[in-house]
């Protein structure tokens, strides 16, 4: 599909390293939508970051869409699980107000 080397790479990676050894040798056609929500689980548990996890989804979204069109398998369960979001940020950041953005401006010293 003329993808990028470092495209192809990265999706070697996620296979080899995350993706395959959580599936095992389970058939495409029997992972189910559970079994895709314990995948996130053990990502998100494994330290993970949520984009990376994300990444992996995405990656297999599209391996079970080229399943279906083999007739490998039936459904995409990919599409059926919640995709995780970012926890909220650490809430001692945040954006400052105009009267805060004045006070810093005027606390730096001009050159």
Same mark, same amino acid.
């Given at each position: 599909?003329? %993808? =990028?080397?470092?495209t #192809? ?9 995350? $993706? !395959? ?6 058939? $495409? !056609? =029997?992972? #189910?939508k *559970?079994?895709? *929500? +314990?995948?996130?689980?053990?990502? $998100?548990? !494994? +330290? ?7 990444n992996?989804?995405?990656?297999l979204? +599209? ?5 279906? @069109? %083999? ?7 990919? =599409?059926?699980?919640? =995709?995780? @979001?970012?926890r909220d ?9 105009? #009267? *805060? ?9 001009q %050159?």
């Amino acid at each position: 599909m003329r %993808r =990028k080397r470092s495209t #192809t790479v990265s999706y070697e990676s996620y296979l080899r390293v995350h $993706i !395959a050894p959580y599936f095992d040798s389970r058939p $495409i !056609a =029997k992972v #189910t939508k *559970e079994d895709v *929500e +314990g995948f996130v689980a053990a990502c $998100i548990s !494994a +330290g993970q970051s949520v984009k990376s996890t994300l990444n992996y989804l995405g990656l297999l979204h +599209g391996i079970f869409d080229f399943a279906i @069109r %083999r007739g490998w398998a039936n459904a995409n369960p990919v =599409k059926l699980v919640e =995709k995780p @979001r970012n926890r909220d940020e650490d809430a001692d950041i945040r954006f400052l107000d105009q #009267t *805060e953005l004045d006070a810093l401006l005027a606390a730096v010293p001009q %050159r």
